[in-house]
Antibody
Framework: QVQLVQSGAEVKKPGASVKISCKTSGYTFTNYAMHWVRQAPGQRLEWMGWINTGDGERRDSQKFQDRVTITRDTSASTGYMELSSLRSEDTAMYYC???????WGQGTLVTVSS | DIVMTQTPLSSPVTLGQPASISCRSSQSLVHSDENTYLSWLHQRPGQPPRLLIYKISKRFSGVPDRFSGSGAGTHFTLKISRVEAEDVGIYYCVQGTQFPRTFGQGTKLEIK
């Protein structure tokens, strides 16, 4: 069955960067694009970006203004999301999701605090 | 960006009774390939969302048939024919027609 396993929780200081991994299994990695979505406490889901896992084409949300970098390693069937210049408002649960949001990772909590 | 607006924001429902959630988009969600990429997600407390419905009305694998989706263009509806205890949580609509993908603000379903 399709599984997405994300890396563990992170605590970062303002101005730092965080890189989250999303290791997949149970299907051909390049068959599904990968989204990254975040959810601040009590807030709605927020789309951050997307990568075509086949050709590497990316689309990012303008909101993050070049702070977000989404990559993938096809040999490891793993996607990555790096967010830089962290601020307290970036404290949230971060999810990877496949295709049309068909499958989701378990989430990675990122806390930004001085 | 396409704005997705859900109503109601909260829906108290009696077990065994129906429930309905509306989602409106600020622009038509009909893609140039003639598909309409409107999906519904369900999120239980402390869990990631899961896909219920895609392309307006298609149930995802394993989703009970008490869930149904309908609509067209800019107005869409999720219906639960008979609410069960496991249906509590937050329901989101999301559009996949245009980048950036955008979500509704969520509708909290709770049992009376």
């Amino acid at each position: 069955q399709v599984q997405l396993v994300q890396s563990g929780a992170e605590v970062k200081k303002p101005g730092a960067s965080v890189k989250i991994s999303c290791k997949t299994s149970g299907y051909t990695f390049t068959n599904y694009a990968m989204h990254w979505v975040r959810q601040a406490p009590g807030q709605r889901l927020e789309w951050m970006g997307w990568i075509n896992t086949g050709d590497g084409e990316r689309r990012d949300s303008q909101k993050f203004q070049d702070r977000v970098t989404i990559t993938r390693d096809t040999s490891a069937s793993t996607g990555y999301m790096e967010l830089s210049s962290l601020r307290s408002e970036d404290t949230a649960m971060y999810y990877c999701a496949l295709g049309g949001f068909d499958y989701w990772g378990q989430g990675t909590l990122v806390t930004v605090s001085s | 960006d396409i704005v997705m607006t859900q109503t109601p924001l909260s829906s108290p429902v009696t077990l065994g009774q129906p429930a309905s959630i509306s989602c409106r988009s600020s622009q038509s969600l009909v893609h140039s390939d003639e598909n309409t990429y409107l999906s519904w997600l369900h999120q239980r407390p402390g869990q990631p969302p899961r896909l219920l419905i895609y392309k307006i009305s298609k149930r995802f694998s394993g989703v009970p048939d008490r869930f149904s989706g309908s609509g067209a263009g800019t107005h869409f509806t999720l219906k639960i024919s008979r609410v069960e205890a496991e249906d509590v949580g937050i329901y989101y609509c999301v559009q996949g027609t245009q980048f950036p993908r955008t979500f509704g603000q969520g509708t909290k379903l709770e049992i009376k």
